[in-house]
Structures are given as structure tokens and as C-alpha cells.
């Protein structure tokens, strides 16, 4: 296979952030029950992951490529390297908002190189379209395992326990794995630069993007996606927690299972893309996770579940509210494939900074919001909240779909 090497590496960073980043609904739960912090401010770890992101996002998108693709993945992999053999010794909530700002500037670095890399690696908008499909998905595979390596190493008999935190020594050297495979792999970044500007030209071409109306449908469509998504990923383990009743253990397992669902959602967005128009794809998950809500929500009122609950002998609802992930999974993927692929490859790297800046302050924003709700009025009224912004995610790709991209000189 042509690039095999490189994809291979591509989706090996991608796991490992995936496993770190989604990690924040794990930590909140933890956080709380350790150092007795409030939802509302354990919420605020979402921003120290996601603000990071957006800023360092702005600001080395548009010349990244001229840094080095390679060397910037690099770079981001020895950070978080370092942080996670620190956080075994964490003991006090300042250590975790310093993780999360550190995996948040490293993730801003691998998501603009793997996203530039994408059409480095690929041949055709559809190559392109499917090959983003199975990456996110894989991603979604890192989150699930993350929940599960997580899980293993919590003590439901012991909540104040901190030794859940011995997940670091893993997640460290899975970190380090990874920077010495994409050490000796090969990337031809000829492509993605632009020869003939300097940082000034790629400054400028970065801010042309904001003069299409297609980038800028986009841009809303991404913000208010990881809105819902986020909300969801991040809150979840809190919600199994003390709405559902379930074990600590079995409450981030649920994080696994909505992970799985993500997964196999975005496995089938890179099959469905070479078949539909996404136009198709995206509507067809809005319209059917927004139904999803109405049906499963209700179902989570006045539930009872014994302090002896396993996944063996759970209630229905267990199952299904972290199932809807599978809906809305394909969603992302294809909106981003669509705006990369009519785009040049030199602006790639700019474009993919605004997908993480527009997405992150999403992320933050629907993680404190939903937080807020949750803690003053119920998990299940946060959550009825995301047909507000799903509403609006149909409305603006619609428009989208109709715009075109005309390339200017």
C-alpha cells in the first residue's frame, strides 16, 4: 500500500491523543470524588484542554509546514511524554489543569500536521473523504480503550482512591512508542508549502480562507457539532454516576461504550463516503440522533438500579443512551473532508487551524454549559439542550452544500 508507513504513524498519534484528550470526562468524575471539587469547577479542565488548543491552533496554523509536519508531531509527542510520568505524583487539582494545558498545545500540533498529511497520503476527494472516516474512527478507538484502561484502574471500593492515577505510566510510555516510530518514519511535505510566499504570504493566505461563505458555513457547522459532541463525551461518566446510579468503574466503562459507538459510526462514514453525497450522510445522523434524544432521554427518569448492577443485568437504557454516539459520529469527518478537499494543499495547513481553533472553543463551550445545567437543574436537561445547536448544524450545511469555492489568484 502507497504511504503505508506514514498512515500507519498518522494513526497510531491520533490514538494516543485520543486516549489523553477524552480522558478530561474520566478526570472530572475523579476530581471530584478525590479533591471534592464542584462540577461547575471541575468543568473548567475542558477549557484548559481546549482554550491551549485554539490559541496555539491561530497561531502557528498558517506556517506550520514551513516548521516542519514532521518535526512539530514530534515535538508534541515529547511533551506529553514528559507530563504523563509527572502526573502519578499529582496531588492537588493545579497538576491536572497543567496536563490538560500541555495535551491541548500538543494536540493543536499533531491535528494541523495529520490533517495537512491527509492530502499528502491520498490521491482523490474521495480517497481523501474515506481515509478521514477510518483516522476519526480510529480515534474513537483510542477513546474507548481509554475508558477502559482507565476503568481498570479505579477502586470502586475505595472512591477517594488516587491510584487510578498509575494510568499515566501507561499512557506515558504509549506516548513515547509513538515518537520513536514517527522518529524513523519519512514524510514528503513538498506539497503543503507554499514556495512562494513568506510568513507574512501564509499569514495572508490564512486569513483569504474567512472570504469564502463556504469556509465560513463550515467554520459554524464544526463549532456547534463539537458543541453536542463534547457535551456529551464529557459528561457522560458524570451522568452514569448520579443519574443512572451505576458504579464509578461502570460509569467511565459507559465513556468506552459511547467511544465504541463513535467508532464504528466513523468506520461507516469512511464506507457511506464513497457511496452518498455527504450532504446525505450529514443530514441522514442529525435528524436520527436528535429523534434518538427524544426517545432515550425520557427513559432515564426514575430508573432504579441495585448497587449490585454489572453490564450483565443493566437496564435497557444503560445500553442505548451511550449507542446514539454511533448517530452522530460520521458527522464531523465528512464536513471536514469536504471543506479539505476544495481547497488547495498548501492551505490545508491554515484551514486545519481553524477546524481546531472553531472546534475547540466549541468543545469548551458545550462541555461548561452542559456542566452548568447539570449541576442546577438535571443531567437529563442538559442534554435535551443539544437539539438547540442540532438544529441550527442542519440548517447551516445545507447552505453549505450549496456554496461553491471559486479558487482566486
Known amino acids: 500500500m502507497k504511504n503505508f508507513n506514514i498512515k500507519a504513524v498518522l494513526f497510531l498519534n491520533y490514538f494516543v491523543f485520543a486516549i489523553l484528550l477524552n480522558s ?16 461547575s469547577h471541575a468543568s473548567v479542565l475542558e477549557g484548559f484542554k481546549d482554550l491551549p488548543i485554539a490559541i496555539c491552533s491561530f497561531i502557528l496554523a498558517s506556517f506550520l509546514p514551513k ?32 496536563l490538560f494545558a500541555v495535551v491541548g498545545v500538543s494536540f493543536a500540533l499533531i491535528k494541523i500536521s495529520v490533517f495537512t498529511s491527509i492530502g499528502l497520503v491520498t490521491t482523490n476527494d474521495k480517497e481523501h473523504a474515506s481515509f478521514m472516516g477510518y483516522l ?32 499515566y505510566w501507561v499512557l506515558g510510555g504509549l506516548s513515547a512508542l509513538s515518537f520513536i516510530f ?21 499569514l ?36 452514569y454516576k448520579e443519574i443512572l446510579k451505576v458504579p464509578t468503574s461502570m460509569s467511565i466503562q459507559a465513556g468506552a461504550v459511547l467511544a465504541g459507538a463513535f467508532a464504528l459510526g466513523r468506520f461507516l462514514s469512511g464506507f457511506f463516503s464513497k457511496r452518498f453525497s455527504w450532504i446525505y450522510v450529514v443530514s441522514f445522523c442529525v435528524v436520527g440522533f436528535a429523534v434518538s434524544i427524544l ?15 454489572t453490564w450483565f443485568n443493566a437496564p435497557v437504557v444503560v445500553y442505548l443512551f451511550p449507542l446514539m454516539g454511533g448517530l452522530l459520529a460520521p458527522i464531523y469527518p465528512s464536513i471536514n473532508s469536504v471543506i479539505l478537499a476544495s481547497i488547495p494543499k498548501y492551505l490545508h495547513s491554515s484551514m486545519s487551524g481553524l477546524i481546531v481553533v472553531f472546534s475547540a472553543i466549541g468543545g469548551t463551550i458545550g462541555s461548561m454549559i452542559t456542566g452548568f445545567v447539570f449541576q442546577e437543574f438535571s443531567g437529563q436537561q442538559a442534554f435535551y439542550l443539544s437539539l438547540i445547536p442540532l438544529s441550527l448544524l442542519i440548517f447551516s450545511a445545507v447552505i453549505m452544500n450549496k456554496l461553491k469555492i471559486q479558487p482566486k489568484n
Request: proline share 3%; charged share 15%; hydrophobic share 50%.
Open 24 to 39: 478530561v470526562g474520566t478526570v472530572i468524575l475523579q476530581v471530584q470524588q478525590n479533591f471534592g471539587i464542584s462540577k
Open 67 to 98: 516548521i516542519g509536519i514532521r518535526n512539530s508531531m514530534l515535538a508534541a509527542l515529547l511533551m506529553v511524554t514528559c507530563m504523563c510520568f509527572i502526573m502519578p505524583f499529582a496531588n492537588a487539582f493545579w497538576f491536572f489543569k497543567l
Open 136 to 167: 476519526e474512527g480510529f480515534f474513537m478507538i483510542g477513546v474507548l480503550m481509554g475508558n477502559v484502561v482507565f476503568s481498570l484502574f479505579t477502586d470502586d471500593h475505595d472512591p477517594g482512591s488516587t491510584h487510578w492515577l498509575n494510568v
Open 182 to 202: 514517527l522518529f524513523f518514519s519519512k514524510l514528503d511535505e513538498h506539497e503543503a508549502k507554499s514556495e512562494k510566499t513568506d510568513l507574512i504570504g501564509d
Open 204 to 239: 495572508r493566505n490564512s486569513v483569504s480562507l474567512f472570504s469564502y461563505k463556504k469556509v465560513l458555513f463550515f467554520l459554524l457547522c464544526a463549532f456547534l457539532f463539537v458543541l453536542v459532541e463534547q457535551s456529551f463525551q464529557t459528561w457522560t461518566p458524570t451522568f
Open 295 to 309: 426517545l432515550v432521554l425520557p427513559l432515564t427518569h426514575h430508573v432504579h438500579i441495585d448497587a449490585g448492577t
